[in-house]
């Protein structure tokens, strides 16, 4: 939608679907990350998973930027949206786990 939109309304439309969709996935991947660790590891888990996803975002924060210079918008617009559907893709197709008891 970014890489195709052109003008304000096409940023202001991108920017409320990315809030709406980190607004659901974030507890949903929060919950998920704390569902299939032992009740002990809960707390490590949860530093792994921030940490990962803040690496995540100033690596794809500079990346983009360099990428942007060499390639343009909608190139590396197009680009993150294939890594993002290729991680989705990679998480819905590991293996199930059941949950561990939090006893």
Known sequence: MLALGEGA????LSGALYGLAGG???????????????????G??????????????AIGAMSSGLAVARWGFVATFLAA??????????ALARPRTHAISAA
């Open 81 to 90: 949206a294939g890594v993002a559907m290729a991680g989705a893709g990679l």
């Open 9 to 12: 309304l096409g940023l202001a």
């Open 44 to 57: 490590r888990a949860m530093g792994t998973f921030f940490t990962a996803l803040e690496l995540g975002i």
């Open 24 to 42: 659901i996935a974030q507890p949903a991947l929060m919950a998920w990350c704390v569902d299939v660790v032992a009740a002990a590891d809960r």
